[in-house]
């Protein structure tokens, strides 16, 4: 029976042997994400997740903004499943919302018109002579670290808790769009509510604000970034989500998709450029990170390693709160040698050692 | 570093907040002319109207306008009214049409 | 068996001890039957016994279910209080009335008269109903009237801010509802003057989609809570509720007329939660079942035109009151007027054939 409240609302996540699939938009932005996510999945669970180079985008985001036709990404995806069920694989571990969603939609549209699954099966065997068989469980990266956010936290030295104080940070969660809101069975608690973020950080000692724009659409959008002129849209969409959590004075931003992420991230250095005005009391702006940022703190990972120096809100305030121990010097010694400083915003403060 | 130019700005929010309490000068108009709490929002006022034909003028969403606190724009566009009454005639509430205008129109800045 | 084996002095059985079913055994009563009256609950009353005061004039709800009890129990109806019948066995022209595995007695005709049941607003997720405390129903609402719950909001609240939402499972083809429940707009409307008189500095509003003020005198006191209690009507359904500032809750509309969304901090929103059905009727051959109802369950059906109340396909079957569809108390009370008159013909023509 369907239940009541999608509060009550949970879903089955496999436990293990996995086919993991990247996203376009983390890998570029938060290049140690999906690093960090598997090294947590495989060498502190001991999970089997495996992975194919030859995966490729999903063309989600073309698709959304009408540049890749239907039949395309139908054999674009069917491709991505024929490398699954070549590995032996039947549970699909997507790492992006937006792609995430596009496996929803296909899987969906396949159920209720076989005749466009047997196009697409047709389509990829003649085009690269694949075959393909269909998942049998479809997961995002974020509904596997809620699955097993207590062996996490078992394993973590840190809380989300402020050493000094032992008040337990604020965080407000922003669960992307094509997670829930398009097929609301297929993630923890719906639509409505969510629970894949605000159970993580909960499970962590956080303490979840269900701020008023909490449903309210980051403005990612698609093509309403792709163009500069549209940006202010998306622009304009955060700027309300901003302001509505403003009041409750959070500690951190919790995402599931990179594409939130980063919006929420970057739209905060812009918004403080353009109006002068920052979100957060010290003109710090608010820290954001994803499921698999906090996962990968917690559990001890270093911060530079993950890649936090690539966010645009500064990290260090919420590290200190946390009391994870960094090396603030080590912040731009990147693998091929010492990092120029970036350049500093007019408004939002940084801190570049 | 120097203002970079995005070559985007954000919007304002457009949606009205009731929590606002009434500004003072909309609670003495609605005071001076209680009728207008009658206002059912039927628009048979701003169908008759003969300046509605060619203004923005609707006084129904006048009354709506001047609840969400549009003081300038309620101003503005009451100065449309030619005060023939037709409004009133037809306006089965009876609401002081003509009056609630007057006091509409004087929220308006007086022209130079 | 034949027509004439019921028992005469179990000629109609009443399902349901509410207005209707009440109001039912009246009349019959009164006409020379004898009635008894099954009621699943200890005390008669039904809905009824949950309201503070009735719109259109405000009369006391507990005047009316008093003065209603009094004749019940002055014309010595025989009451079967805490006995809930979950089926209709057809035996001969009459019934056998069953709780699970027990009978709980025989009659020639059967009215049903068990009302309706109140929308679980709990399904409106986008409310928050059952997760935020300042959320109710317009039932908890008389409750509140009645002292028998708190207010949602402190004491020191002289200026609540206060939001009633139309149509709260009424109108609503994705929670299986499709019919307007009928009195939740004038009970609105009478909820929101008696918050204004409890609380003079409070704002407060209702959100309407289209105020059907059917019943006599309903559109005067619309009237009269827009201009002399400053009820402020918005036509736009709320979209969302979600916690505010400090204990109050923030809501989303459209106001439609102006074209703009709206957001407003509420202490208390109150959601209308229409009637819907209190059971689903199952019928066989010779077997008539009272089941939960299911998504998208109807009302009883009935036969003919006006004031119908004999259930479609069953012969001695009847139906008063909210069970075939919202109704105002007045409605109720002239439908079992209406119903008895049925039920009258039809047990004369059974005595007709029996005679004969
Ligand atoms: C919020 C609200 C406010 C209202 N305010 C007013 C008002 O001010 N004025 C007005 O005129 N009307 C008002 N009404 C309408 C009024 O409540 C109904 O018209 C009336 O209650 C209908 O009476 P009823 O007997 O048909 O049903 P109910 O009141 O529902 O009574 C049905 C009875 O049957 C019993 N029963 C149910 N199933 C069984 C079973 N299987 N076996 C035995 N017993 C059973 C129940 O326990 C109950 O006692 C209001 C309705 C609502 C929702
Ligand atoms: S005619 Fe009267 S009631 Fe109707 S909209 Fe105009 S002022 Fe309001
Ligand atoms: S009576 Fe009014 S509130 Fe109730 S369902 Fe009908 S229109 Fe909606």
């Known amino acids: ?353 | 570093m120097p203002k970079p130019d995005f070559g985007f700005a954000f919007a304002p929010n457009r949606a009205l907040d009731l929590s606002a309490p009434l500004l003072p000068e909309v609670q003495v108009v609605l005071e001076t002319e209680p009728s207008i709490r009658a206002c059912m929002a039927c628009g048979q006022c701003a169908a008759v109207c003969t300046a509605g034909a060619f203004t923005p003028l609707a006084f129904y969403r006048l009354v709506l306008q001047l609840r969400g606190g549009d003081v300038a724009a309620v101003g503005e566009r009451a100065r449309h009214c030619m005060l023939c009454g037709k409004c009133q005639m037809t306006c089965p509430r009876g609401v002081n049409i003509r009056n609630a205008v007057l006091l509409m129109a004087a929220l308006a800045p007086p022209k130079p | 068996m034949n027509a004439s084996e019921y028992l005469p002095k179990d000629e109609v059985a009443i399902i349901g001890g509410g207005p209707a079913g009440m109001q039912t055994a009246l009349a019959l009563s009164e006409r020379g039957f004898s009635v008894r009256i099954y009621e699943q609950k200890e005390q008669l009353g039904g809905h009824l016994k949950g309201w503070h005061h009735l719109f259109p004039h405000g009369v006391a709800a507990s005047d009316l279910l008093g003065q209603l009890k009094e004749q019940v129990l002055a014309r010595a109806v025989p009451l079967h209080l805490g006995q809930s019948v979950d089926r209709l066995q057809k035996v001969g022209a009459g019934w056998v009335l069953w709780q699970g595995e027990r009978p709980l007695g025989r009659a020639g005709v059967v009215v049903l008269a068990n009302g309706f049941a109140l929308f679980d607003a709990r399904r409106k997720e986008e409310y928050g109903y059952g997760l935020y405390p300042s959320v109710l129903t317009a039932a908890d609402l008389e409750a509140v009237f009645r002292k028998e719950q708190p207010w949602p909001f402190g004491s020191d609240r002289m200026a609540p801010q206060v939001g009633f939402v139309h149509c709260v499972g009424s109108r609503d083809l994705k929670c299986g509802s499709p019919h307007c429940s009928k009195l939740c707009c004038v009970t609105a409307v009478k909820q929101a003057m008696a918050v204004k008189s409890l609380f003079p500095e409070a704002q407060v509003y209702c959100f309407y989609m289209d105020l059907r003020m059917h019943g006599l005198e309903y559109e005067e006191l619309y009237r009269k809570a827009q201009v002399d209690y400053g009820v402020r009507f918005i036509r736009g359904r709320l979209s969302e509720a979600a916690p505010g500032q400090g204990k109050r809750l923030h809501v989303k509309a459209e106001d439609t007329l102006q074209g703009r969304p709206l957001h407003l901090q509420l202490d208390m929103l109150v959601l209308m939660s229409g009637m819907v059905p209190a059971f689903l009727l199952e019928q066989q051959e010779r077997a008539v079942f009272l089941k939960e109802p299911v998504f998208g369950s109807g009302f009883v059906p009935v036969q003919g035109l006006l004031a119908a109340g004999s259930v479609v396909q069953q012969e001695g079957l009847f139906a008063s009151g909210a069970c075939k569809g919202p109704a105002t108390l007045p409605e109720v009370f002239a439908d079992a007027a209406a119903v008895a008159r049925e039920v009258e013909q039809y047990l004369k023509s059974l005595k007709a054939v029996a005679h004969a």
């Not at chain 1, 065997?125 to 068989?133: A, P």
């Open chain 1, 1 to 353: 029976m369907t239940p009541l409240l999608w509060k009550d609302y949970q879903k089955e996540v496999p436990d293990n042997h996995y086919f993991f699939v990247r996203s376009c938009i983390r890998q570029t932005f938060f290049p140690g994400a999906e690093a960090a996510l598997l090294d947590i999945l495989r060498n502190s669970l001991g999970l089997d997740v495996f992975e194919d180079r030859r995966h490729t985008t999903c063309t989600g985001i073309a698709y959304h903004c009408d540049l890749v036709p239907l039949e395309t990404i139908m054999t674009v995806i069917a491709r991505q499943l024929s490398l699954m069920t070549e590995a032996g694989y039947r549970h699909l571990l997507v790492s992006c919302v937006t792609s995430f969603g596009i496996y929803l939609e296909m899987l969906d549209m396949w159920q209720h018109h076989p005749e466009m699954l047997e196009q697409t099966r047709e389509a990829l065997w003649k085009s690269t002579r694949r075959s393909f068989e269909l998942p049998v469980a479809l997961v995002h990266t974020s509904d596997l670290v809620y699955h097993l956010r207590k062996p996490i936290a078992d394993r973590s030295p840190h809380r989300l808790v402020d050493k000094s104080t032992q008040r337990a940070l604020r965080v407000v969660d922003h669960v992307g769009c094509h997670y829930a809101k398009i097929f609301p069975a297929g993630g923890f608690g719906g639509a409505e509510f969510p629970s894949v973020l605000s159970g993580l950080a909960e499970t962590f000692g956080g303490e979840m604000v269900d701020y008023p724009e909490r449903r309210h659409c980051c403005g990612f959008g698609f093509r309403h970034y792709l163009l500069q002129e549209n940006r202010g849209y998306s622009l304009s969409n955060s700027r309300i989500k901003f302001e509505s959590m403003e009041a409750f004075a959070p500690d951190l931003i919790l995402t599931n998709c990179p594409g939130c992420n980063m919006f929420l991230d970057r739209w905060q250095y812009t918004l403080a450029e353009m109006s002068g005005k920052t979100y957060d009391r010290e003109g710090k702006g608010i820290p954001v990170l994803s499921h698999e940022e906090l996962a990968a703190l917690m559990l001890g990972r270093d911060p530079w390693t993950l890649g936090l120096q690539m966010h645009q809100v500064q990290l260090e305030p919420l590290l200190d709160k946390i009391g994870i121990v960094y090396q603030a010097r080590q912040k731009y010694s990147m693998l091929a040698g010492a990092a120029s400083l970036p350049g500093e915003p007019s408004v939002l403060k940084v801190s570049f050692q």
